[in-house]
């Protein structure tokens, strides 16, 4: 069965910090692109970060503008784990956020969320004073 289970999200101060854990099942990730996204009710979701894929491969990491310097993606494709490590968060950072994997080989960001084909539920974050 294919699946992908978020879990860290939850509640915290601005400027603080929360590690947001992806668990694929069902997927070799040495052949995905992964990404993280956001969404906020009535917007479209959001690219944050991704890790493009070259055919068994990882290539680079990318951040949306929004992010760079504060999230930082990475995966373990053994433990078949993504991870965000979101750091100095903003009120503005909260939203519901999703791990997603795409089947798309190449070098570049990958931010459309079209291109993406699994999904994760979702966790909610909320940064509040």
């Known amino acids: 069965q294919l699946q992908l289970v978020e879990s860290g999200g939850g509640s915290v101060q601005p400027g603080g910090s929360l590690r947001l854990s992806c668990a694929a099942s069902?997927?070799?990730?040495?052949?995905?692109?992964v990404g993280w996204f956001r969404q906020v009710p009535g917007k479209e979701r959001e690219g944050l970060s991704c890790?493009?894929?070259?055919?068994?491969?990882?290539?680079?990491?990318y951040y949306a503008d929004s992010v760079k310097g504060r999230f930082t993606i990475s995966k373990d494709n053994a433990k078949k784990m993504v991870y965000l490590q979101m750091n100095s968060l903003k009120p503005e950072d909260t939203a519901v956020y999703y791990c997603?994997?795409?089947?798309?080989w190449g070098a570049g960001p990958l931010f459309d969320a079209t291109e993406y084909a699994y999904w994760g539920q979702g966790t909610q974050v909320t940064v509040s004073s």
């Open positions: 997603a994997l795409a089947s798309v």
């Open positions: 890790i493009s894929n070259s055919g068994g491969s990882d290539g680079s990491t």
């Open positions: 069902g997927f070799s990730l040495d052949y995905y692109a």
